[in-house]
């Protein structure tokens, strides 16, 4: 199975990208993750995309494209995959369905999580990020025991600097312009299946599992 999961920023792409990873036993491939290890180890693709990602615009799809081809070539993407906040432009859809049209394959489905604007950044100016074990906390929804503690492994919290209001805001209207217009792109290929995203999560995963298991019969 080769999955797309799409939807803006906070729509809880990261939780579901997991559950149907382990659902469909394929490797999800996050873009923003793995930019964010590259930032990380201070590579010079972290560099690059590092500048980008702080105000909340999108690395150049050159950079993002040339990424995903290299990490899809690796063994275990060679069966399916569930790529997770790629693409995120209409030329990065185009450049992944050339690349899987030169391996003599094809994407099975996009999901798409739905979900309203004003619940997308409640949902991100809530989140903390662990320093220690990456584990993501939420004031309101999912609060630590102490404000800027982890409870997992005692690991300060922090605001990663893409969820602060000014970068949301950007965010979001990247989202609408460059990323919005891939619903009609997809769904004119008849691969797209529409999530409702709001609510707790064991709704929405219970959503996904349900859209799924009626997609693939
Ligand atoms: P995410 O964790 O998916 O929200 O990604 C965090 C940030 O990484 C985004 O705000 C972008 O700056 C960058 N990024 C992730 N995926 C892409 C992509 N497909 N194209 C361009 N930039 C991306």
């Not at 615009?57 to 399916?80: F, Q």
């Not at 391996?103 to 099975?108: H, N, V």
């Not at 008849?190 to 019969?217: F, K, N, Q």
Request: with cysteine; glycine share 10%; proline share 5%.
């Amino acid at each position: 199975m080769r999955l797309v999961l799409v939807g803006p920023p906070g729509a809880g792409k990261g939780t579901q990208a997991e559950f149907v990873a382990a659902m469909l036993a394929v490797p999800k491939i996050s873009t923003g993750d793995i930019f964010r290890a590259n930032v990380g180890r201070g590579t010079p693709l972290g560099v690059t995309a590092k500048r980008y990602m702080d105000a909340g615009r999108l690395v150049p799809d050159e950079v993002t494209i040339n990424m995903v081809a290299d990490r899809l070539a690796d063994s275990d993407a060679v069966y399916g995959f569930l790529l997770d906040g790629f693409p995120r432009t209409t030329p990065q859809a185009i450049a992944l369905d050339e690349l899987l049209c030169s391996r003599e394959t094809k994407l099975d489905v996009v999901l798409e999580l739905v979900i309203e604007e004003d619940e997308v950044i409640r949902r991100l100016s809530g989140r903390r990020t662990c320093r220690g074990c990456g584990k993501i906390w939420h004031i309101e929804f999912d609060p630590p025991r102490a404000t800027d503690q982890c409870d997992r492994c005692g690991g300060v919290l922090f605001q990663r600097d893409d969820d602060r209001a000014a970068t949301i805001a950007e965010r979001l209207r990247v989202y609408d312009r460059d990323t919005a217009p891939l619903t009609d792109y997809y769904g004119a290929q008849g691969r797209l299946v529409g999530i409702d995203g709001t609510g707790p999560v064991e709704d929405v995963t219970a959503r996904t599992g349900d859209a799924l298991r009626s997609y693939l019969g």
